[in-house]
């Protein structure tokens, strides 16, 4: 059964700091993987995805993240953290039942920015 | 840009009363999704429809409906609310295809007391 796995219910960074979530998946096909943000009392943003092509993918606010199938990895790293990144973080995989299409996703880490 | 819209952005209901959420797309999009979030739970799947009339289960049914005679209006309906279905509500939705990104709703915070 497909599975998203993020290890790190809470993290806290000082702003500036690098920043690294991690994502694990279990898919038995070539996965399709999403990153979304929600910053507190809202909906989900997506911050990026991958489909295939070049495993390093670029998004919103200065994110990327990098898809490593041996390690059935998909994590998410931003260089300098800002106050305002300061929200929960979700991975998901794309999954299919018959033709249709639904995400299934990790419990979620909640980012925290110390000044 | 796509826009998924829900009804309230907080509810307060009774015990025992039926409660109706509602979820309206502009993007033509066939999939809806109604998803409950819980903190240390993560986003679980309550039901989804992939077309007009059509409805699936998803993790957790138990103890809700849905309905959608539109194809951009997609409801869940809890028949006889209980404290335990406090919680936030999402509604998404997404194209048919092989890409399944999901746009969402600001969400549905209801309190049942």
């Known amino acids: 059964a497909q599975s998203v796995t993020q290890p790190d219910i809470h993290i806290t960074v000082s702003e500036g700091a690098s920043l690294e979530l991690r994502c694990n998946y279990s898919y038995g096909a070539t996965p399709y993987l999403f990153w979304y943000v929600q910053s507190p009392g809202q909906g989900l943003q997506l911050l990026l995805k991958?489909?295939?092509?070049?495993?390093l993918v670029q998004g919103i606010k200065g994110f990327e993240a990098e898809f490593k199938r041996s390690q059935s990895s998909f994590n998410l790293r931003k260089p300098s953290v800002h106050w305002s990144d300061a929200a929960e973080y979700f991975c998901?995989?794309?999954?299919?039942?018959?033709?249709?299409?639904?995400?299934?996703f990790g419990k979620g880490t909640k980012l925290s920015v110390k000044p | 840009d796509v826009k998924v819209t829900q009804s309230s952005r907080y509810l307060v209901k009774r015990t025992g009363e039926k409660v109706f959420l509602e979820c309206v797309q502009d993007?033509?999009?066939?999939?809806m999704f109604w998803y409950r979030q819980d903190p240390g739970l993560g986003l679980r799947l309550i039901y989804f429809?992939?077309?007009?009339?059509?409805?699936e289960k998803g993790d957790i049914p138990e103890g809700y409906s849905v309905s959608r005679e539109k194809k951009e209006r997609f409801s869940l309906i809890l028949e006889s609310a209980s404290t335990n279905q406090t919680s936030m509500y999402l509604c998404?939705?997404?194209?048919?295809?092989?890409?399944?990104?999901?746009?969402f709703g600001q969400g549905t915070r209801l309190t049942v007391v």
């Open positions: 998404a939705s997404s194209q048919t295809g092989r890409d399944p990104e999901a746009f």
């Open positions: 991958y489909f295939s092509g070049d495993t």
């Open positions: 429809s992939y077309d007009v009339k059509m409805k």
């Open positions: 998901a995989v794309g999954a299919w039942g018959g033709s249709q299409g639904n995400l299934i």
């Open positions: 993007m033509d999009h066939e999939n």
